[in-house]
């Protein structure tokens, strides 16, 4: 038997099974059967069968020996594809776009070198799904040059993209160490990293109120912040054509020479803040008294040093206590080096020159810089010291004390507003510990010129542009928790629209997880009258809804129930416990504070209600022993630290004048 294929004129040719036979010498054909109607790989595989092959099933004849990892993969080349990645960097496809898209995935899975790169792409489905399994380094170096020739033209379609006529521009400068010694961009700088003697290569970033990367520029790494203020501006009319826009930088980088500069083109606004002698000078002037947060912690003020300008002084207890704490840790530790160095003079059998041990103390006093709040006297070899106590009382009262300046009026941004959008500067601060860090890796830097420097920066920009937008989607789908966000977690961006949020089909038919459900089974929002942006309302919410699903499944645990019931509540209470102090930070950062502490007794009075008075009287000792601990620890350390300033005089019994 065999299949004939025969060919019709006018319809589609016949598939026979035929069976050939002898008769009478010659050689016959029947039809036994017309296969018309098979599908064409049915019909391929009887050719086969009556051909006398074997026909074996696929998992026999195949064995898988390895795999590449993909998953990854996807996730990465998925959201690049959701962005449009390949048409925000050329709208023809080639063989460099293929290159560059590889490097800023394999960026964000894996960030090494250009080799390392190649190397890496054979480990997994990367290379393979873009058609680059066969580049080598010098081809992506190649890719390097391509790409920075088009970085004018990529910046302009992410403004175009991102940034709105009116809206807020952030705007921050850090550096990264350079190894080698060939790039005129490294120089000897301030290392923001704390290194010495490194040459560094400084970046400025630009982003939109998110957060989300628009534009960066790469300088010398001698450069200083505000002399990298004229290129942004310069960025911002020109390169994207925004007339009107709110430029927000720290106290460090719009200096006063730069607002004088932003104030010579109308559209452009700014948000900063005061450096701390300014302040003093508001607060000698009487312009900012300190009474004015005896009943809130944000007050508007005005000055004639600062003409056409809105001045928010704010004051923040928290950071009060934090810089009070420092500074009595800093004046005990140089209060230490220098009982050391009268200890070593004093085992001197003859006296030391005056001269030298100035020169020793000099070098040891202000180490911890605190040197201003210190009379030092040296005479025949002997060492005296005390602390100022008027120095540190002068600087103590601007404690947790800052000021917020900007140009813009009262009618586009309230005080509040401009006290918050100044904070989002920590979103740039995230962008640089992204880049520098284990995520995306740009630093150390080995390029050896300078095009390939900065194009490297660039990609990296570009990778955390992906990983950025990768990071916002976890975090709308209710998954922040597992990229460790620091704040992200309880707090949402005050820019989150609906049309951002992405619902599946049956979000609809699923009640929030703030909602609360009543005895005739309807959901009611927890968050009546509370305003989106205070992230503490959400998190207090949360673990109230903790609490009661405790209690629910302690309900329906049968003869475990109260047992289940009191792990329920003891668990739920200790979570409430935990945040108190979170909810009082969060507290302080805005101005509603009376509105926080009623929101919170609210939601406490929840979590307790139907515990007995017993058991919750027993809980309430818990959860004030660690305060009660703390304060103890607290007056300990206050007390030591007043017995060393009243010992800390010769013990010759003379105190010697400067």
Same mark, same amino acid.
């Given at each position: 038997? $065999?299949?004939?294929?025969?060919?019709?004129?006018?319809?589609? +040719?016949?598939?026979?099974?035929?069976?050939?036979?002898?008769?009478?010498?010659?050689?016959?054909?029947?039809?036994?059967?017309?296969?018309?109607?098979?599908?064409?790989?049915?019909?391929?595989?009887?050719?086969?069968?009556?051909?006398?092959?074997?026909?074996?099933?696929?998992?026999?004849?195949?064995?898988?020996?390895?795999?590449?990892?993909?998953?990854?993969?996807? !996730?990465?080349?998925?959201?690049?594809?959701?962005?449009?990645?390949?048409?925000?960097?050329?709208?023809?496809?080639?063989?460099?776009?293929?290159?560059?898209?590889?490097?800023?995935?394999?960026?964000?899975?894996? %960030?090494?070198?250009?080799?390392?790169?190649?190397?890496?792409?054979?480990?997994?489905?990367?290379?393979?799904? =873009?058609?680059?399994? /066969?580049?080598?380094?010098?081809?992506?170096?190649?890719?390097?040059?391509?790409?920075?020739?088009?970085?004018?033209?990529?910046?302009?379609?992410?403004?175009?993209?991102?940034?709105?006529?009116?809206?807020?521009? =952030?705007?921050?400068?850090?550096?990264?160490?350079?190894?080698?010694?060939?790039? %005129?961009?490294?120089?000897?700088?301030?290392?923001?990293?704390?290194?010495?003697?490194?040459?560094?290569?400084? $970046?400025?970033?630009?982003?939109?109120?998110?957060?989300?990367? &628009?534009?960066?520029?790469? $300088?010398?790494?001698?450069?200083?912040? %505000?002399?990298?203020?004229?290129?942004?501006?310069?960025?911002?009319?020109?390169?994207?054509?925004?007339? *009107?826009?709110?430029?927000?930088?720290?106290?460090?980088?719009?200096?006063?020479?730069?607002?004088?500069?932003?104030?010579?083109?109308?559209?452009?606004?700014?948000?900063?803040?005061?450096?701390?002698?300014?302040?003093?000078?508001?607060?000698?002037?009487?312009?900012?008294?300190?009474?004015?947060?005896?009943?809130?912690?944000?007050?508007?003020?005005?000055? +004639?040093?600062? +003409?056409?300008?809105?001045?928010?002084?704010?004051?923040?207890?928290?950071?009060?206590?934090?810089? @009070?704490?420092? #500074?009595?840790?800093?004046?005990?530790?140089?209060?230490?080096?220098?009982?050391?160095?009268?200890?070593?003079?004093?085992?001197?059998?003859?006296?030391?020159?005056?001269?030298?041990?100035?020169?020793?103390?000099?070098?040891?006093?202000?180490?911890?810089? &605190?040197?201003?709040?210190?009379?030092?006297?040296?005479?025949?070899?002997?060492?005296?010291?005390?602390?100022?106590?008027?120095?540190?009382?002068?600087?103590?009262?601007?404690?947790?004390?800052?000021?917020?300046?900007?140009?813009?009026?009262?009618?586009?941004?309230?005080?509040?507003?401009?006290?918050?959008?100044?904070? *989002?500067?920590?979103?740039?601060?995230?962008?640089?510990?992204?880049?520098?860090?284990?995520?995306?890796?740009?630093?150390?830097?080995?390029?050896?010129?300078?095009?390939?420097?900065?194009?490297?920066?660039?990609?990296?920009?570009?990778?955390?542009?992906?990983?950025?937008?990768?990071?916002?989607?976890?975090?709308?789908?209710?998954?922040?928790?597992?990229?460790?966000?620091?704040?992200?977690?309880?707090?949402?961006?005050?820019?989150?629209?609906?049309? /951002?949020?992405?619902?599946? %089909?049956?979000?609809?038919?699923?009640?929030?997880?703030?909602?609360? @459900?009543?005895?005739?089974?309807?959901?009611?929002?927890?968050?009546?009258?509370?305003?989106?942006?205070?992230?503490?309302?959400?998190?207090?919410?949360?673990?109230?809804?903790? !609490?009661?699903?405790?209690?629910?499944?302690?309900?329906?645990?049968?003869?475990?129930?109260?047992?289940? @019931?009191?792990?329920?509540?003891?668990?739920?209470?200790?979570?409430?416990?935990?945040?108190?102090?979170?909810?009082?930070?969060?507290?302080?950062?805005?101005?509603?504070?009376?509105?926080?502490?009623? #929101?919170?007794?609210?939601?406490?009075?929840?979590?307790?209600?139907?515990?007995?008075? #017993?058991?919750?009287?027993?809980?309430?000792? @818990?959860?004030?022993? +660690?305060?009660?601990?703390?304060?103890?620890?607290?007056?300990?350390?206050?007390?030591?630290?007043?017995?060393?300033?009243?010992?800390?005089?010769?013990?010759?019994?003379?105190?010697?004048?400067?």
């Amino acid at each position: 038997m $065999y299949v004939a294929i025969v060919p019709n004129r006018n319809s589609k +040719p016949a598939v026979l099974l035929r069976e050939s036979y002898r008769e009478g010498g010659k050689v016959k054909n029947r039809t036994l059967a017309n296969l018309s109607r098979l599908p064409p790989e049915m019909v391929e595989t009887l050719k086969r069968v009556f051909a006398g092959e074997k026909m074996v099933p696929a998992s026999e004849a195949l064995v898988t020996e390895s795999s590449l990892p993909t998953g990854h993969v996807r !996730a990465v080349l998925g959201t690049m594809k959701h962005l449009g990645m390949a048409d925000l960097l050329s709208t023809r496809g080639c063989r460099e776009r293929d290159l560059v898209l590889g490097m800023i995935a394999e960026r964000v899975l894996h %960030p090494c070198s250009k080799l390392g790169t190649v190397r890496l792409w054979k480990t997994s489905t990367l290379a393979g799904d =873009l058609g680059v399994l /066969d580049a080598s380094a010098n081809e992506l170096y190649g890719a390097l040059d391509w790409l920075l020739e088009r970085q004018d033209r990529i910046e302009e379609k992410l403004a175009k993209r991102h940034l709105a006529e009116g809206g807020q521009v =952030l705007y921050d400068l850090s550096n990264s160490h350079y190894e080698g010694r060939t790039c %005129p961009l490294a120089r000897l700088g301030h290392d923001k990293d704390g290194r010495r003697g490194a040459q560094v290569i400084a $970046y400025g970033l630009l982003t939109d109120a998110q957060g989300r990367p &628009v534009a960066v520029r790469v $300088y010398p790494g001698n450069t200083g912040d %505000p002399g990298t203020v004229p290129d942004q501006v310069n960025a911002l009319r020109d390169r994207f054509g925004l007339e *009107r826009a709110v430029l927000v930088g720290d106290r460090g980088m719009l200096t006063q020479t730069q607002i004088n500069q932003l104030k010579e083109h109308p559209g452009l606004g700014w948000i900063s803040a005061l450096r701390s002698a300014s302040i003093r000078k508001l607060v000698e002037g009487e312009a900012l008294q300190l009474s004015l947060f005896d009943q809130q912690n944000l007050a508007e003020i005005t000055s +004639p040093d600062f +003409p056409g300008e809105r001045l928010v002084a704010c004051f923040n207890p928290l950071l009060a206590d934090e810089r @009070r704490r420092t #500074r009595e840790d800093l004046l005990a530790c140089t209060e230490k080096e220098l009982a050391k160095l009268a200890a070593g003079l004093e085992k001197r059998k003859t006296p030391a020159d005056d001269v030298e041990t100035a020169m020793r103390v000099g070098r040891r006093i202000n180490r911890f810089r &605190v040197a201003k709040h210190f009379d030092v006297a040296v005479q025949d070899g002997v060492l005296a010291w005390r602390r100022r106590a008027d120095s540190i009382e002068r600087e103590a009262q601007l404690d947790g004390i800052y000021v917020i300046r900007t140009s813009e009026p009262a009618e586009r941004l309230s005080a509040e507003d401009a006290v918050r959008d100044y904070k *989002r500067l920590a979103q740039v601060e995230r962008a640089f510990r992204c880049l520098k860090g284990i995520d995306l890796r740009v630093q150390p830097i080995f390029h050896r010129t300078e095009d390939h420097v900065r194009a490297h920066i660039f990609l990296c920009m570009l990778a955390y542009y992906v990983e950025w937008a990768m990071r916002r989607a976890l975090r709308l789908a209710r998954l922040g928790a597992l990229l460790f966000q620091e704040d992200e977690v309880h707090q949402q961006s005050d820019d989150d629209t609906e049309s /951002d949020r992405t619902h599946s %089909p049956g979000d609809a038919q699923l009640p929030s997880q703030n909602t609360r @459900r009543q005895d005739n089974g309807q959901h009611v929002d927890r968050r009546a009258g509370v305003e989106e942006r205070h992230g503490w309302a959400k998190t207090g919410t949360a673990h109230v809804d903790a !609490a009661e699903q405790g209690q629910d499944r302690a309900g329906a645990d049968g003869e475990d129930g109260p047992r289940n @019931r009191r792990d329920a509540i003891r668990q739920g209470f200790v979570r409430l416990r935990s945040e108190v102090f979170h909810d009082r930070v969060l507290a302080h950062k805005h101005s509603d504070g009376a509105g926080n502490k009623e #929101r919170r007794n609210q939601a406490k009075q929840h979590m307790l209600a139907g515990i007995p008075t #017993r058991q919750l009287e027993s809980l309430n000792q @818990r959860a004030l022993k +660690p305060l009660r601990v703390h304060r103890q620890v607290v007056q300990r350390k206050e007390d030591r630290a007043q017995e060393n300033q009243d010992a800390q005089f010769l013990p010759h019994g003379r105190f010697f004048s400067p």
